[in-house]
């Protein structure tokens, strides 16, 4: 299945996948996080607060979102799963919402970080530009 960017959206902006599940990056936030895991840096790190809200008439498993961060220079992005990481799990009902916490290390600019959103159900991911 080849994938597909929306149209980019704004920090605050909903982005809807086309399939009901519709996603806000309320806030990209500039953070310093301990390294506890194998690979894991501590020092500056950007914290995406991500809102996601289920408008289909079918469940969907948070597991199978997957989100990305990269720099101004389109240079991934090193996840961090210390606090205040809170990634979403669990199924999303009907008419549910959730709200979760998605940390990558930075070096640079948090105003240049760019976020991708992706689901398992659907070709289509939502990309978050400053």
């Not at 806000?24 to 194998?38: C, F, G, M, P």
């Not at 199924?91 to 398992?120: C, K, M």
């Amino acid at each position: 299945m080849d994938t597909e960017p929306l149209e980019p959206v704004s920090v605050d902006e909903p982005a809807d996948f086309g399939n009901g599940l519709v996603a806000v990056v309320t806030e990209i936030q500039a953070v310093e996080v301990e390294a506890a895991r194998l690979g894991e840096t501590a020092g500056p790190a950007a914290a995406v607060h991500l809102d996601v809200h289920n408008e289909s008439d079918a469940a969907l498993d948070l597991a199978g979102l997957a989100v990305n961060a990269s720099d101004k220079e389109g240079i991934p992005l090193v996840p961090n799963f210390m606090p205040p990481a809170e990634a979403l799990s669990g199924v999303l009902e009907p008419g549910d919402s959730a709200a979760g916490v998605y940390v990558f290390r930075l070096a640079g600019d948090i105003d240049a970080v760019t976020v991708q959103v992706h689901h398992n159900t659907t070709p289509n991911f939502v990309v978050i530009q400053p």
